[in-house]
């Protein structure tokens, strides 16, 4: 089994990234956040922890192989918990991950269902069974708020004038066009005029796309 991966951070894409090692490339699975987080190290060299797993097509029988990356080991063990509620699979979690482990954690123990509402593809009745399920099995990753805002923002972020311009490359890079990319961004700004980097611009729009999808 695959524990974690070290290598050169070579492609960044929409809900996943490509880490080279050894003239091998391999597609890792990521949340939005952790996204927001590999940004600045871009063809640098990264370690994440992993986790592997098959997961069965219903009505096809195929297995798939995924390789799914986390940040930190607590991260990747509040994974592991938040998978086992029902209707919860893999790539369902790592959408809905885009505040950190231990703000999720504190919801959920708090039975906040706001906040969990607030997360991609979780519905009030899917916020409630997670309550339900999980209420008192989360204190190990839960954090207070002061430290929730000191783990909001990914370290190394660069905090210049032309976060707009670079929410916008990283767009581009993610393989969108620049009149949609700048359209993206400006329409995130227009609604959140407090973000202030290009990887809480990023977030938000992963967010909001995620959102769109789950009310289809």
């Known amino acids: 089994m695959i524990s974690s991966i070290t290598g050169n951070l070579s492609r960044i894409l929409e809900d996943r990234v490509i880490v080279e090692v050894g003239g091998i490339s391999y597609e890792v699975l990521v949340s939005p956040l952790t996204i927001s987080s590999l940004i600045p190290k871009r063809g640098e060299e990264v370690s994440l922890e992993t986790l592997f797993y098959i997961q069965n097509t219903p009505g096809i029988g ?18 592991e918990r938040f998978i086992t509620v029902g209707g919860i699979g893999p790539r369902a979690a790592l959408k809905a991950m885009t505040l950190p482990a231990g703000r999720i954690a504190r919801a959920i123990e708090e039975g ?17 069974k997670i309550i339900a ?3 008192g ?12 805002e000191a783990v909001a923002v990914p370290e190394g972020v660069p905090k210049e004038d032309n976060f707009m311009e ?19 961004v400006r329409r995130v700004i227009r609604k959140h005029p407090d973000l202030s980097t290009a990887e809480a611009i990023i977030q938000e729009i992963f967010r909001s796309q995620g ?6």
């Open 166 to 184: 670079e929410a916008v490359e990283v767009l581009m890079q993610l393989g969108y066009r620049r009149q949609e990319s700048e359209d993206m």
């Open 137 to 148: 099995k989360l204190d190990r990753f839960v954090v207070v708020p002061d430290e929730d």
């Open 211 to 216: 959102k769109a999808r789950g009310s289809l």
């Open 112 to 128: 906040d269902r706001a906040v969990l509402t607030t997360l991609p593809g979780i519905g009030k009745q899917k916020a409630a």
């Open 133 to 135: 399920e999980l209420k």
């Open 62 to 79: 195929n297995m798939i192989p995924m390789l799914i990356g986390f940040s930190s080991e607590t991260e990747k063990e509040f994974f």
